[in-house]
Protein backbone atom coordinates (compact mmCIF):
# COMPACT_ATOMS: atom_id res chain seq x y z
CA UNK A 1 0.00 0.00 0.00
CA UNK A 2 1.65 3.53 -1.16
CA UNK A 3 3.00 5.49 2.07
CA UNK A 4 1.24 8.43 3.14
CA UNK A 5 2.95 11.53 2.66
CA UNK A 6 3.19 12.44 6.28
CA UNK A 7 5.12 9.13 6.52
CA UNK A 8 7.15 9.43 4.12
CA UNK A 9 8.14 13.49 5.52
CA UNK A 10 8.48 11.97 8.54
CA UNK A 11 11.81 12.80 10.75
CA UNK A 12 14.69 9.57 11.12
CA UNK A 13 13.09 9.01 14.62
CA UNK A 14 10.17 7.56 12.67
CA UNK A 15 12.20 5.24 10.59
CA UNK A 16 10.01 2.30 10.68
CA UNK A 17 7.51 3.56 8.32
CA UNK A 18 9.64 4.44 5.93
CA UNK A 19 10.47 2.38 2.66
CA UNK A 20 14.31 0.85 2.16
CA UNK A 21 15.11 3.40 -0.15
CA UNK A 22 13.62 6.50 1.51
CA UNK A 23 16.27 5.66 4.64
CA UNK A 24 19.39 5.20 2.38
CA UNK A 25 18.43 8.37 0.68
CA UNK A 26 18.29 10.06 4.21
CA UNK A 27 21.30 8.33 5.03
CA UNK A 28 23.28 9.14 2.33
CA UNK A 29 21.56 12.98 2.52
CA UNK A 30 23.09 13.34 6.22
CA UNK A 31 26.41 11.83 5.46
CA UNK A 32 26.92 14.72 2.61
CA UNK A 33 25.94 16.78 5.53
CA UNK A 34 28.20 15.91 7.80
CA UNK A 35 31.59 15.40 5.48
CA UNK A 36 30.40 19.13 4.76
CA UNK A 37 30.08 20.40 8.03
CA UNK A 38 33.49 19.32 8.66
CA UNK A 39 35.26 19.78 5.50
CA UNK A 40 33.90 23.41 4.59
CA UNK A 41 36.95 25.18 6.25
CA UNK A 42 39.23 22.50 7.28
CA UNK A 43 39.42 20.99 3.33
CA UNK A 44 38.64 23.82 1.43
CA UNK A 45 40.36 26.55 0.32
CA UNK A 46 39.44 30.04 -1.06
CA UNK A 47 41.19 29.25 -4.46
CA UNK A 48 38.60 26.09 -4.88
CA UNK A 49 35.68 28.16 -4.20
CA UNK A 50 36.86 31.06 -6.28
CA UNK A 51 37.46 28.96 -9.23
CA UNK A 52 33.80 28.21 -9.31
CA UNK A 53 32.49 31.39 -9.61
CA UNK A 54 35.02 31.86 -12.30
CA UNK A 55 34.05 28.92 -14.30
CA UNK A 56 30.15 29.71 -13.90
CA UNK A 57 30.11 33.49 -14.22
CA UNK A 58 26.28 33.70 -14.54
CA UNK A 59 24.80 31.44 -12.10
CA UNK A 60 23.66 34.47 -10.16
CA UNK A 61 21.76 35.95 -12.82
CA UNK A 62 18.60 33.98 -12.82
CA UNK A 63 18.56 35.43 -9.11
CA UNK A 64 18.96 38.94 -10.32
CA UNK A 65 15.95 38.23 -12.99
CA UNK A 66 13.56 37.02 -10.41
CA UNK A 67 14.63 39.83 -7.89
CA UNK A 68 13.12 42.24 -9.93
CA UNK A 69 10.25 40.64 -11.50
CA UNK A 70 8.86 40.12 -7.83
CA UNK A 71 9.76 44.03 -6.82
CA UNK A 72 7.65 45.21 -9.64
CA UNK A 73 5.14 42.92 -8.49
CA UNK A 74 5.16 44.00 -5.11
CA UNK A 75 2.10 46.56 -5.37
CA UNK A 76 0.16 44.31 -7.77
CA UNK A 77 0.22 41.17 -6.17
CA UNK A 78 2.15 40.90 -2.72
CA UNK A 79 1.39 36.99 -3.08
CA UNK A 80 3.09 36.70 -6.17
CA UNK A 81 6.16 39.00 -4.47
CA UNK A 82 6.24 36.77 -1.61
CA UNK A 83 6.45 33.81 -3.42
CA UNK A 84 9.55 35.02 -6.02
CA UNK A 85 11.39 37.01 -3.23
CA UNK A 86 11.27 33.75 -1.52
CA UNK A 87 12.76 31.98 -4.54
CA UNK A 88 15.43 34.48 -4.56
CA UNK A 89 16.38 33.91 -0.93
CA UNK A 90 16.81 30.03 -1.68
CA UNK A 91 18.45 30.13 -4.85
CA UNK A 92 21.28 32.64 -3.71
CA UNK A 93 21.66 30.54 -0.12
CA UNK A 94 21.51 27.42 -1.89
CA UNK A 95 22.56 27.31 -5.60
CA UNK A 96 24.96 30.26 -5.59
CA UNK A 97 26.76 29.90 -2.33
CA UNK A 98 26.15 26.38 -0.78
CA UNK A 99 26.77 24.62 -4.32
CA UNK A 100 29.79 25.47 -5.05
CA UNK A 101 31.79 24.63 -2.07
CA UNK A 102 30.07 20.87 -2.11
CA UNK A 103 30.62 20.83 -5.54
CA UNK A 104 34.72 21.59 -4.35
CA UNK A 105 34.46 19.13 -2.42
CA UNK A 106 33.88 15.88 -4.11
CA UNK A 107 37.18 14.80 -5.76
CA UNK A 108 35.72 13.16 -8.09
CA UNK A 109 35.09 15.68 -11.37
CA UNK A 110 33.08 13.35 -12.91
CA UNK A 111 29.47 13.52 -10.81
CA UNK A 112 30.43 16.37 -8.23
CA UNK A 113 27.82 18.36 -10.27
CA UNK A 114 25.80 15.58 -10.28
CA UNK A 115 26.01 15.22 -6.60
CA UNK A 116 25.88 18.79 -5.49
CA UNK A 117 22.83 19.09 -7.42
CA UNK A 118 20.87 16.57 -5.39
CA UNK A 119 22.17 17.88 -2.28
CA UNK A 120 21.13 21.23 -2.53
CA UNK A 121 17.66 20.23 -4.31
CA UNK A 122 16.71 18.03 -1.97
CA UNK A 123 17.77 19.49 1.34
CA UNK A 124 15.87 22.73 3.07
CA UNK A 125 18.39 25.72 4.04
CA UNK A 126 17.96 24.72 8.39
CA UNK A 127 20.44 21.40 7.71
CA UNK A 128 22.72 24.17 6.02
CA UNK A 129 22.07 26.55 8.29
CA UNK A 130 25.71 25.82 10.22
CA UNK A 131 28.07 25.29 6.52
CA UNK A 132 26.60 28.39 5.40
CA UNK A 133 27.51 30.36 8.70
CA UNK A 134 31.00 27.99 8.44
CA UNK A 135 31.38 29.53 4.45
CA UNK A 136 30.52 33.17 4.98
CA UNK A 137 32.59 33.08 8.10
CA UNK A 138 35.63 32.08 6.74
CA UNK A 139 35.34 33.48 3.08
CA UNK A 140 33.75 36.59 3.71
CA UNK A 141 33.44 36.99 7.72
CA UNK A 142 30.39 37.91 8.03
CA UNK A 143 28.40 36.13 10.75
CA UNK A 144 25.26 34.57 9.33
CA UNK A 145 23.61 33.61 12.74
CA UNK A 146 23.84 36.75 13.93
CA UNK A 147 23.57 39.08 10.80
CA UNK A 148 20.68 41.82 10.98
CA UNK A 149 18.90 44.09 8.92
CA UNK A 150 19.13 47.52 9.93
CA UNK A 151 16.87 48.79 12.09
CA UNK A 152 15.44 44.49 12.85
CA UNK A 153 15.13 43.27 15.86
CA UNK A 154 14.71 39.52 14.88
CA UNK A 155 18.15 38.03 12.38
CA UNK A 156 18.47 37.48 9.18
CA UNK A 157 18.23 33.92 10.06
CA UNK A 158 14.47 34.21 11.72
CA UNK A 159 13.62 36.44 8.91
CA UNK A 160 14.18 34.01 6.39
CA UNK A 161 12.20 31.65 8.07
CA UNK A 162 9.26 33.71 8.65
CA UNK A 163 9.03 34.69 5.01
CA UNK A 164 9.58 30.78 4.19
CA UNK A 165 6.54 29.87 6.09
CA UNK A 166 4.61 32.94 5.26
CA UNK A 167 4.97 31.14 1.50
CA UNK A 168 4.52 28.16 2.47
CA UNK A 169 0.87 29.06 4.08
CA UNK A 170 0.02 31.18 0.67
CA UNK A 171 1.12 28.18 -1.33
CA UNK A 172 -0.55 25.37 0.17
CA UNK A 173 -3.29 26.95 2.16
CA UNK A 174 -4.36 30.24 -0.15
CA UNK A 175 -3.15 32.47 3.20
CA UNK A 176 -3.70 36.13 2.33
CA UNK A 177 -0.07 37.99 2.09
CA UNK A 178 0.09 41.44 3.23
CA UNK A 179 1.69 43.93 1.87
CA UNK A 180 4.19 44.37 4.26
CA UNK A 181 5.22 40.90 4.33
CA UNK A 182 5.64 41.31 1.06
CA UNK A 183 8.45 44.07 1.45
CA UNK A 184 9.93 42.30 4.45
CA UNK A 185 10.87 39.54 1.99
CA UNK A 186 12.16 41.99 -0.29
CA UNK A 187 14.16 43.56 1.92
CA UNK A 188 15.60 40.19 3.65
CA UNK A 189 16.56 39.10 -0.29
CA UNK A 190 17.99 42.32 -1.03
CA UNK A 191 20.34 41.90 1.92
CA UNK A 192 20.58 38.10 1.21
CA UNK A 193 22.01 39.20 -2.81
CA UNK A 194 24.17 42.41 -2.59
CA UNK A 195 25.71 41.61 1.04
CA UNK A 196 26.10 37.89 1.83
CA UNK A 197 26.77 36.93 -1.91
CA UNK A 198 28.58 40.26 -2.94
CA UNK A 199 30.24 40.47 0.61
CA UNK A 200 31.89 36.54 -0.18
CA UNK A 201 32.71 37.50 -3.97
CA UNK A 202 34.46 40.61 -2.60
CA UNK A 203 36.64 38.51 -0.53
CA UNK A 204 37.14 36.43 -3.59
CA UNK A 205 38.69 39.17 -5.30
CA UNK A 206 35.11 38.75 -7.83
CA UNK A 207 32.63 41.47 -8.28
CA UNK A 208 28.84 41.36 -8.73
CA UNK A 209 27.35 43.22 -11.36
CA UNK A 210 23.66 44.69 -11.78
CA UNK A 211 22.87 41.70 -14.11
CA UNK A 212 24.08 39.26 -11.60
CA UNK A 213 27.42 38.57 -13.72
CA UNK A 214 30.36 37.81 -11.70
CA UNK A 215 33.79 38.59 -12.87
CA UNK A 216 36.94 39.53 -11.38
CA UNK A 217 37.38 43.33 -10.66
CA UNK A 218 37.78 45.30 -13.73
CA UNK A 219 37.30 42.60 -15.97
CA UNK A 220 33.60 44.44 -17.27
Known amino acids: MPQAASEWNS ?15 EEWFAEIHESIAAEAISGFTSGRLRSYYVQNPSIARNVFAIYREAKSAVSVSPTAALVLFTAAIEVTLKTTILKPVIYGLVHNESIADLVSDLVVK ?22 LENYRVD ?70
Open 11 to 25: NLGGRGMDMPEDIAR
Open 122 to 143: NNGLDRFKDVLSKILGQYSSLD
Open 151 to 220: GHEKTVWDEITLVQKARNAASHRADPVTEEMALLAQKVAAVIITELLQGLLNELGLELHKDGQIAAYGAM
